[in-house]
């Protein structure tokens, strides 16, 4: 089955870029999407299709995806960004879902 | 505006079946090319898909439970009905209905979620 693979934890100083990885095979040949999820909240889509954001996601979050390796990357990182980060893809008709980085804003 | 609310018991036995219902509103499930899943969440676990229901009724489940899952829609309703058999203790999670957005194959995404509803596995 595939598999993606996201480290548990990143650290980021406020104002900093924070940029959070999630590895498979051959990623970079399918799209990615990622979501943000905060405590007692529901998956918040913030990237699609690699690259793009949703109405309403500020422009500070910014993604790209190529050879094994998909990148959400948070640029003048705030507070209110500290969550939970899920990287998305599909293996066919199967959705597969990483692991989850847990964004720690100190 | 979309908008998924997913209903159900909030306590099953082990060995029982899980009938969950995610009424939406916002789109049709009879317009091709719309979609809606089924991910589970563990208590402070990461995100599992379950189940996906297109508008023509085409249906795709997780390999490893493809065995437990049935799901079924009502476009007329606007529901969508997930069934998992032979609950389990590991089976305790907050399950959500999500909506997904058409495109292109493998370019689809989960833009609108429901609140969740969380289900405890114990006798």
């Known amino acids: 089955s595939y598999e993606l693979t996201q480290p548990p934890s990143v650290s980021v100083s406020p104002g900093q870029t924070a940029s959070i990885t999630c590895s498979a095979d051959?990623?970079?040949?399918?799209?990615a999407c990622w979501y943000q999820q905060k405590p007692g909240q529901s998956p918040m889509l913030v990237i699609y299709?690699?690259?793009k954001r949703p109405s309403g996601i500020p422009e500070r979050f910014s993604g790209s995806n190529s050879g094994n390796t998909a990148t959400l990357t948070i640029s003048g990182t705030q507070a209110l960004d500290e969550a939970d980060f899920y990287c998305?893809?599909?293996?066919?008709?199967?959705?597969?879902f990483g692991g989850g980085t847990k964004l720690t804003v100190l | 505006q979309i908008t998924l609310k997913e209903s159900g018991p909030t306590l099953v036995k082990p060995t029982q079946t899980l009938t969950l219902t995610c009424s939406f509103s916002?789109?049709?499930?009879?317009?091709?090319?719309?979609?809606l899943g089924w991910i589970r969440q563990p208590p402070g676990k990461a995100l599992e898909w379950l189940a996906l229901i297109y508008w023509n009724d085409d249906k795709h489940y997780s390999p490893s439970l493809k065995s437990r899952l049935t799901i079924t829609k009502d476009a007329s309703k606007n529901q969508v009905v997930l069934t998992m058999t032979d609950m389990d203790s590991k089976d305790t999670a907050t399950y959500y209905c999500a909506h997904v957005v058409p495109a292109a194959l493998n370019a689809e995404y989960f833009q609108y979620w429901g609140q969740g509803t969380l289900v405890t596995v114990s006798s």
């Open positions: 998305q893809t599909w293996d066919g008709y199967t959705a597969v």
């Open positions: 051959k990623l970079g040949d399918k799209y």
């Open positions: 916002g789109f049709s499930l009879s317009t091709s090319g719309m979609g």
């Open positions: 299709q690699d690259n």
